[in-house]
C-alpha cells in the first residue's frame, strides 16, 4: 500500500526556517519524480517543488526559488525552507504527481509577521 507521511510544519516567524519530511512506504520514491505542493487558505494545489529520479537540478516555483531546497534520503523526502515569508502559509503536501491524487495528509505551515 502506498503511504506518504508528512511532518515538520508549525508555526515560525517571519525570515525563519522549517524542515519538512515525508517518509514514503509502498514505493521507493528515488524511482518516480516527487513533488512538495501547498495549499494556501482558500486557493488550490501549488508545486512548490519536485525532484526527478536522475535529475541533477530539482524545479522549484518562482516564489520559492532561492529560499526552499528539496531533497531526498532513502525513501524520506525533504524541504528546507528559509526566510519564509507569509505567503508560505498553507498546508503542504508531498505527492507523487502535479495534481496530487497520491498525496499524505498534509502538515500545516504559518508563517507570522
Known amino acids: 500500500e502506498v503511504q506518504l507521511m508528512e511532518s515538520g510544519g508549525g508555526l515560525v516567524q517571519l525570515g525563519g526556517s522549517l524542515k519538512l519530511s515525508c517518509v514514503a512506504s509502498?514505493?521507493?520514491?528515488?524511482?518516480?519524480?516527487m513533488f512538495w505542493l501547498r495549499q494556501a487558505p482558500g486557493k488550490g494545489l501549488e508545486s512548490v517543488a519536485y525532484i526527478d529520479p536522475f535529475a541533477l537540478t530539482p524545479y522549484y516555483a518562482d516564489s520559492v526559488k532561492g529560499r526552499f531546497t528539496i531533497s531526498r534520503d532513502k525513501n524520506t523526502l525533504y524541504l528546507q525552507m528559509n526566510s519564509l515569508k507569509t505567503e508560505d502559509t498553507g498546508v503542504y503536501f508531498c505527492a507523487r504527481d502535479a495534481g496530487g491524487s497520491v498525496r499524505g495528509q498534509g502538515t500545516q505551515v504559518t508563517v507570522a509577521s
Open positions: 509502498g514505493f521507493a520514491i528515488s524511482g518516480t519524480r
